[in-house]
């Protein structure tokens, strides 16, 4: 099949095949293409679509982004369940398999040296949401008898929110604090937009932990016995994933 190579991740050879049925992008089946000991895990993509300008047109299309981004995520899925893949960027796209194997070699180091470090291990994210008391729009019947008396409603709100955002940095440091004690490495990322991400409550914690797939199991617990330690607090697990906060400039 002609076309250009579409680049998933870089792992060490690994004996386990993946799943016949599995589907790429573009609905090509992903394959291994070895060089110097290493394995891209590629596959053929239409020039019409992943050439430089198409390419770039696409990506302001969501819903062909969010096609790609799935296809893109489940072979990485399936390769987390057989090795330790280190993922490439979303429409990571070379003209034949000479120029990913002229990629492979020119990042060879620091490629050996990520996987080394990666080797075992996986990714689990956790997310803290603080659930907003919807105090601004309250009771509306009660209305101020005086703009004193108004005042003193709206310091009182303040209060209350303020009280409720510091109790929520206060779980979410502690969490945080205690998890990544518990971890080899841990990554904390912006707050989600909750405009973007179409969820209730402020999120006041997002981070990511590197953890040993033998200790994955008592990491899991660990975060399970937060839940509902705190009213108002929300915790959210996912995983396990590649190692994408921790793979360095290859992400």
Not at 100 to 114: G, I, L, P, Q, S
Not at 171 to 180: A, N, W
Request: glycine share 6%; net charge negative.
């Amino acid at each position: 099949m002609t076309g250009l190579r579409y680049v998933y991740a870089v792992c060490r050879p690994f004996g386990t095949p993946l799943q016949s049925q599995l589907s790429g992008v573009a609905g090509d089946p992903p394959r291994a293409l070895t060089h110097h000991g290493l394995v891209a895990v590629v596959s053929h993509v239409p020039e019409r679509d992943f050439a430089e300008e198409p390419l770039r047109a696409h990506l302001e299309d969501l819903d062909w982004l969010t096609e790609t981004a799935r296809a893109h995520q489940g072979v990485i899925d399936a390769l987390t369940t057989v090795t330790t893949p280190l993922p490439l960027r979303l429409g990571t796209v070379f003209r034949d398999d000479s120029g990913v194997r002229t990629m492979m070699e020119a990042r060879e180091e620091d490629f050996r040296r990520t996987l080394d470090r990666l080797e075992g291990r996986v990714e689990w994210g956790v997310k803290v949401y603080a659930e907003s008391e919807p105090q601004e729009s309250a009771r509306p019947a009660q209305k101020a008898a005086s703009g004193r008396d108004y005042l003193r409603q709206r310091r009182m709100q303040t209060r209350s929110h303020e009280e409720m955002w510091q109790k929520a940095e206060s779980f979410s440091t502690r969490l945080h604090e205690k998890l990544s004690a518990f971890a080899e490495d841990s990554r904390l990322h912006p707050p989600q937009n909750p405009a973007l991400s179409k969820v209730s409550g402020r999120n006041v914690l997002n981070a990511a932990y590197l953890v040993p797939r033998a200790h994955s199991e008592e990491f899991v617990e660990m975060v399970d016995r937060t839940k509902g330690e705190v009213p108002g607090m929300r915790v959210e697990l996912t995983g396990p994933w590649a190692a994408y906060s921790f793979a360095g400039e290859t992400t």
